[in-house]
T-cell receptor
């Protein structure tokens, strides 16, 4: 068990470009969550999956954001037409049988839009 | 709507002193409650969690928290602060076992 893995660790992109992040959860965890964290703030919920089904999506998530978990294993988060306001740390977490068992977080992907 | 309030965005203590980080929540149902710690440029590490068993929960690194339903609080304590405890601490609630809702965080500084 290598924990939750996120790639890349850092991404610098120009405004208007598309970016994609990957998250590999703990293999036996059926739930996967994406969060966004800006400097000095707590993580904000974006979306989560149970297996391959996307069960909830935050109203904060604009149409430029999309997430997938095609085979119920790894997940990708894509941001289209990036804006400077998208600059943040994107965190992935996984859990087994719901939050009552605790979440395990990855180290995050830091996105900088210039 | 469920929410979490952490009182004090920054707390400073001396090494060896008591650490008290405050967290109040609002939830319409009995919640799951968590404390996480975050070191610079890292993800979040679970310190402890309350899942409706014992109201006094012991976690890692000597931390503990007490669930008080009447006060809707889940304050984090440690009897004696260590320099390595300096970090950002987040309280979080999961009302129904799904997503986590986080507080704004409390930065803990430990003075020698």
């Amino acid at each position: 068990d290598t924990g939750v893995s996120q790639n890349p660790r850092h991404k610098i992109t120009k405004r208007g470009q598309n970016v994609t992040f990957r998250c590999d959860p703990i293999s036996e965890h059926n739930r996967l969550y994406w969060y966004r964290q800006t400097l000095g703030q707590g993580p904000e919920f974006l979306t989560y999956f149970q297996n391959e089904a996307q069960l909830e999506k935050s109203r904060l998530l604009s149409d430029r954001f999309s997430a997938e978990r095609p085979k119920g294993s790894f997940s990708t988060l894509e941001i289209q037409r990036t804006e400077q306001g998208d600059s943040a740390m994107y965190l992935c977490a996984s859990s087994d049988q719901g939050a009552g068992y605790g979440y395990t977080f990855g180290s995050g992907t830091r996105l900088t839009v210039v | 709507a469920q929410s979490v309030t952490q009182l004090g965005s920054h707390v400073s203590v001396s090494e060896g002193a008591l650490v008290l980080l405050r967290c109040n929540y609002s939830s319409s149902v009995p919640p799951y409650l968590f404390w996480y710690v975050q070191y610079p440029n890292q993800g979040l590490q679970l310190l402890l969690k309350y899942t409706s068993a014992a109201t006094l929960v012991k976690g890692i690194n000597g931390f503990e928290a007490e669930f008080k339903k009447s006060e809707t609080s889940f304050h984090l304590t440690k009897p004696s602060a260590h320099m390595s405890d300096a970090a950002e601490y987040f309280c979080a609630v999961s009302p129904s076992g799904g997503k986590l809702i986080f507080g704004q965080g409390t930065e803990l500084s430990v003075k020698p």
